[in-house]
């Protein structure tokens, strides 16, 4: 019998060890029962499949192929789920209060008033820690120039982070604990190590030879590290699409082994030499870059090919890209959920599987072949950046199509010229002058992105997207492209899967229609707003927000698309873009603002919504048939009570407290009383408290759907 599968054994072995470690991190950290159900239910099936091929197997011989495919998979799925729920469960030392602290910084995150070091070879009252520290410096107007490998030294406040997922940025990181504390309490040495000496430097050298905007960008370029650019510049070049320029990946590990086996040719340097010069370089590049999951997974799959080009073997690059997915799992497991890993293997895959065919189709209809490999590859990169971007980010432009042919041949000059003077320049200084090349090759890269990034006609966003739509279609491509080999099986595939995730899509994006009475609220260290609704009124209420994304976010969660009403507290100059923000993306109507701000409301706003005004003399108002109070005034601020319906809900601030409240309350009974503080309520009258800090995510939300009438 003919055969009509191919199965991979490292492709199964990668996907297992995934599903093994997906399944128990979820389990444990989210309290989400449908989530644990599907996943539990996918792993069933798997091992149920795996059952019935070992059943047949006594029935009739299995090939050897098939068998390692089971064995690899059931290996990989257990070893999965061990890693993933020993990495999750392993136990941490708890620390909390006042602290001394002490580690080596690898990266630095700059803000108006505050600095914000990641420590590592973190040592807390003396004893050693493993994982990294968080630690914010509030600067207040002062700085000390300290650099990356620097030794730090402090008395802060810490707390350790805690094991959510809402924290997997962190877990995946290996940020252990965050601290704060005041530049006034913070020590350091100047010593570094050889690896920070040459990286800092680089650093010094762009910052002589390139503009300040320039230098941030290039070294962005070249290590990866992109916390110190102008977050303007960082925006265009997102809506652009070339914002994976900013990170070390495939792309740039690519042009730096070109480059070399170019110069290694010139000076004909033997086969086998030239071989492991570049092994070595890339080795010590990824350790300058961190062993950042995109530049490791990279790495690898370069050694692979070099390897096997040395030894005269066939180069798989699915086996290629499987082996650096297991070896970067199995060193940090949740390297899954970064979007840096994501990014780097879901373009990689689209590359493997749609550039060929995208390639045929544009030769076909007589476009030259160049151009439609280069269109093909474009468009294959930008169908794996789509996936991640509407999942982490809810947007894509397809302008990136585009943009990318046009830019990285220049960009391919730019990191060529970038990374030889650079590197060559820490033996002979002369030779940074050259970077004037780089310099204003980067100028007109920034040109194009602004152009690119104006042209909004293909830019488009969604409320949802599930990873389980993205899974669904690289198991499709992966039959499609590498598993099956009848055509006529491959084109039903095709065509099932496609209606299946455009109607997915289509369906968990229908914006929500609220005909009941709902409450939404957020008082958290990122600020506070609630979202309020009934039948016919949509009121967003936000006080001290400092991003915006994150009310973004909540009201994706619920499906919102529309607001009629804003009410803003405590407005600053800061809020401007993000005001504007949501009133563009939400269709705001009306804003209704505190009354001393009134000149300069009017001068932000007054073109894009119609502004009403808050005072002290009247601090109730009503919007529809619904009545708000501000507490305390607009001094005090302590937040808003909310009354429609026969339901009064007060949604406390951050700096309310019993005896304030004492002031301003009157006897009423509150249905229910929103707060994060600790505070003893006893002598508030209300139904129902609901302390955020005290409870999940998961029991606030079903608390909060008691609201509903």
């Excluded at 730019?414 to 940074?432: K, S």
């Excluded at 339901?647 to 019993?658: C, D, F, G, K, R």
């Excluded at 508030?684 to 608390?703: C, D, G, H, V, W």
Aim: net charge positive; with cysteine.
């Amino acid at each position: 019998m003919k055969q009509i599968f191919n199965p991979r054994p490292i492709f199964a072995a990668f996907v297992c060890l995934i599903l093994g470690i997906v399944a128990t991190t979820n389990i444990i950290l989210s309290r989400s029962i449908i989530n644990i159900i599907v996943l539990v239910f996918a792993c069933i099936i798997l091992i149920g499949l795996g059952v019935i091929l070992v059943f047949n197997m006594f029935k009739q011989s299995l090939s050897r192929l098939r068998l390692l495919v089971i064995a690899f998979s059931f290996v990989a799925l257990i070893i999965g789920s061990v890693i993933g729920t020993i990495v999750i469960t392993q136990p941490i030392k708890e620390y909390s209060g006042e602290v001394s602290v002490s580690g080596t910084v690898s990266t630095i995150k700059e803000y108006s008033n505050a600095k914000i070091y990641y420590l590592e070879k973190v040592k807390i009252n003396g004893n050693s820690s493993s994982g990294e520290l968080e630690l914010i410096v509030f600067n207040k107007g002062k700085d000390i120039d300290i650099k990356v490998g620097n030794k730090v030294k402090s008395v802060a406040d810490i707390s350790t982070i805690d094991k959510s997922n809402k924290n997997l940025y962190f877990l995946a990181n290996n940020v252990v604990y965050k601290a704060t504390t005041q530049i006034s309490n913070l020590t350091y040495d100047n010593s570094m190590n050889f690896k920070y000496w040459i990286k800092n430097k680089i650093k010094d050298n762009m910052n002589k030879r390139m503009n300040s905007g320039n230098a941030d960008i290039s070294y962005s370029i070249i290590f990866g590290e992109k916390e110190n650019m102008n977050n303007d510049t960082y925006k265009v070049f997102s809506y652009s699409g070339i914002a994976h320029i900013l990170a070390v990946s495939g792309l740039h590990i690519g042009f730096l082994v070109t480059m070399l086996l170019l110069l290694f040719k010139v000076f004909r340097l033997n086969r086998h030499l030239s071989n492991g010069i570049i092994i070595s370089i890339l080795i010590f590049y990824a350790s300058l870059c961190n062993y950042t999951p995109s530049v490791t997974r990279a790495v690898i799959m370069s050694i692979i090919l070099i390897l096997a080009k040395t030894f005269n073997r066939q180069y798989d690059g699915l086996n290629s890209i499987s082996m650096a997915g297991l070896i970067i799992l199995l060193v940090n497991p949740l390297s899954i959920y970064l979007v840096g890993f994501q990014l780097s293997f879901l373009c990689v895959f689209s590359i493997m599987v749609f550039a060929s065919p995208i390639t045929k189709l544009l030769t076909n209809i007589k476009c030259p072949y160049k151009l439609a490999n280069s269109m093909a590859v474009s468009l294959s990169v930008n169908i794996g950046v789509a996936c991640v971007m509407l999942q982490n980010f809810k947007q894509v432009s397809l302008i990136s199509v585009l943009s990318n042919m046009v830019i990285l041949p220049i960009f391919s000059v730019c990191f060529c010229t970038m990374f030889l003077v650079l590197f060559l320049g820490l033996i002979f200084p002369f030779v940074n002058y050259v970077l004037i090349i780089p310099n204003v090759l980067l100028h007109f890269i920034k040109l194009l992105a602004n152009f690119f990034c104006n042209i909004n006609i293909v830019n488009f966003e969604v409320m949802h997207f599930s990873y389980v739509l993205v899974a669904l279609g690289i198991i499709a491509s992966y039959i499609y492209h590498f598993a099956l080999v009848k055509i006529s099986i491959r084109r039903w595939i095709c065509v099932v899967t496609a209606i299946v995730i455009i109607a997915s899509g289509f369906l968990i994006n229908i914006p929500q229609k609220f005909n009941y009475n709902y409450v939404m609220v957020n008082v958290d260290s990122t600020g506070d707003y609630a979202f309020i609704t009934n039948k016919d009124t949509r009121v967003l209420i936000v006080n001290d927000m400092y991003n915006s994304a994150d009310i973004i976010e909540d009201l994706n969660e619920i499906k919102v698309n529309h607001i009629d009403y804003i009410v803003v507290n405590k407005y600053s100059v800061k809020q401007k873009d993000m005001i504007n923000e949501l009133i563009s993306k939400y269709k705001i109507k009306v804003m209704y603002v505190d009354s001393r701000m009134e000149n300069i409301i009017y001068n932000s706003f007054s073109r894009n919504i119609f502004v009403r005004v808050i005072s002290d003399d009247n601090n109730t108002f009503t919007i529809n048939d619904i009545n708000f109070k501000i507490v305390g005034g607009l001094d005090e601020n302590l937040g808003v009570i909310a009354n429609y319906n026969d339901t009064s809900i007060l949604i406390l601030n951050n700096n309310a407290n019993n005896s304030k409240l004492k002031l301003y309350l009157d006897d009423n009974i509150y249905d229910y009383v929103i707060t994060t503080k600790g505070t003893d309520f006893k002598d508030l009258q209300a139904k129902t408290i609901i302390n955020r800090n005290n409870i999940s995510e998961f029991e606030f939300k079903n608390l909060l759907d008691n609201v509903k009438a």
